[in-house]
């Protein structure tokens, strides 16, 4: 089955620098790729996503990019701000008739003002 | 706009008591239907998930059971709690083959 990888585990910057986060996956099947923010006590909230056909994605202040070849993506968050403070997880999903979705351990952000 | 409920937000629960959650989903027909449990600090793990009325897979063997009895409500049950099984547990949805909307999860203790 799929295997995902997620780095760095905690991740402190500066408010107004960037922050970045890498994952790997193992299925090169695989070809979606969501990202997730999850607030303290709260459900995750999808942020941002990409599909395979695509090597970048933006959207304001948050990026993923895709390497189908290395088998993997990163999402990258310019112009931090403390409200970006959180638990951020990668995930991956091939075709299926229910696309289960295989998660990375997750990020603490750490936004500091 | 779509909305899922799940209840109850919290439960405290002793080691062999049953266990119900419930989540429901508004504003869609038909959608998959997903129950991940998230350990503390960890990552979510799925357990079930659910194509349609009645129709179960389970990804994890374990002492828990889900049903579907309507096409927008997915049940977690268990007929006896062990201490592994405290976690935040998550309800999620999707009716496109890609995006899944969870819910605000409920927080289970089980002393």
């Known amino acids: 089955g799929e295997n995902v990888e997620q780095h760095p585990s905690t991740l402190s910057v500066q408010e107004g620098d960037s922050a970045v986060i890498k994952c790997t996956y193992s299925d090169s099947a695989s070809n979606y790729f969501p990202w997730y923010k999850q607030e303290l006590g709260k459900g995750p909230q999808l942020i941002i996503d990409i599909r395979s056909n695509v090597g970048e994605k933006k959207d304001q202040r948050i990026a993923v990019t895709l390497n189908k070849t290395a088998k993997h993506f990163s999402l990258h968050i310019t112009e931090t701000q403390p409200e970006d403070s959180a638990v951020y997880f990668c995930?991956?999903?091939?075709?299926?008739?229910?696309?289960?979705?295989?998660f990375g351990s997750g990020t603490q952000l750490t936004v500091l003002p | 706009s779509q909305t899922i409920h799940q209840w109850p937000a919290t439960l405290v629960q002793p080691v062999g008591s049953p266990l119900s959650l419930e989540c429901t989903v508004e504003?869609?027909?038909?959608?998959?239907l997903y129950w991940y449990r998230q350990a503390a600090g960890r990552g979510l793990q799925l357990l079930f998930y659910s194509v349609g009325i009645g129709q179960i897979s389970s990804e994890v063997p374990q002492n828990l059971s889900a049903s579907r009895p309507q096409d927008r409500q997915f049940i977690l049950s268990s007929k006896k709690l062990l201490l592994s099984d405290s976690g935040f547990y998550l309800c999620?949805?999707?009716?496109?083959?890609?995006?899944?909307?969870f819910g605000p999860g409920t927080r289970l203790t089980v002393t």
């Open positions: 995930a991956a999903t091939r075709e299926g008739s229910a696309r289960q979705l295989t």
């Open positions: 999620a949805w999707s009716v496109s083959l890609y995006e899944q909307y």
């Open positions: 504003g869609t027909s038909n959608p998959n």
